[in-house]
């Protein structure tokens, strides 16, 4: 590629200039002959395709029929049928498994409050009877402290 350089020594800054027309020139030859190129090739291979497209056409269709074959012969209303079996029996047993837990859970439950409630009524009992010996107690008391104030204050 040519390159021209246009330099002036006589001022004080040099000025510096470059002429590319000969390099573009030759960018627009070789995009030219690249996209020549380019276009014969996809002629090329667009006569391929019209001349291969009936043998292409067959191998596809060919490969489809197989494959559709492959299928119905695995799907069919047998297999499904048996599918459906093995689901549903397996959804059979899950079901009982969750009820049966479920109960036996809840009869573990059911002793637990039981014993809970059975619990609470015997400490409610002492309570109550914790609760009347201490009025009973608390009465007795004032009861004495009643008796000590009137002689203390009676004596006078």
Same mark, same amino acid.
């Given at each position: ?30 995009? +030219?002959? #690249? *996209? ?5 090739? =996809? $002629? /090329?291979? @667009?006569?391929?395709?019209?001349? &291969? !497209? %009936? ?29 459906? +079996?093995? #689901? *549903? ?5 899950? =079901? $009982? /498994?969750? @009820?049966?837990?479920?109960?036996? &859970? !809840? %009869? ?49």
């Amino acid at each position: 590629m040519a390159t021209k350089k246009v330099a002036n020594k006589n001022t004080k800054k040099a000025d510096t200039k470059f002429d590319f027309s000969d390099s573009i020139k030759a960018i627009k030859g070789t995009a +030219k002959t #690249v *996209n020549k190129e380019v276009k014969e090739v =996809a $002629e /090329e291979v @667009v006569e391929d395709i019209r001349e &291969n !497209g %009936e043998q292409l056409r067959e191998a596809a269709v060919t490969t489809m029929k197989n494959a559709y074959n492959k299928v119905s012969e695995t799907v069919n209303v047998e297999n499904i049928t048996k599918a459906t +079996k093995t #689901v *549903n029996e397996y959804t059979l047993k899950t =079901a $009982e /498994e969750l @009820v049966d837990g479920a109960i036996s &859970n !809840g %009869e573990k439950w059911q002793n637990v409050a039981t014993k809970v409630v059975k619990g609470s009524l015997k400490l409610a009992a002492k309570q109550q009877e914790i609760v009347f010996d201490t009025l009973e107690t608390v009465k007795g008391q004032l009861t004495k402290s009643a008796l000590r104030f009137k002689k203390l204050f009676s004596n006078n």
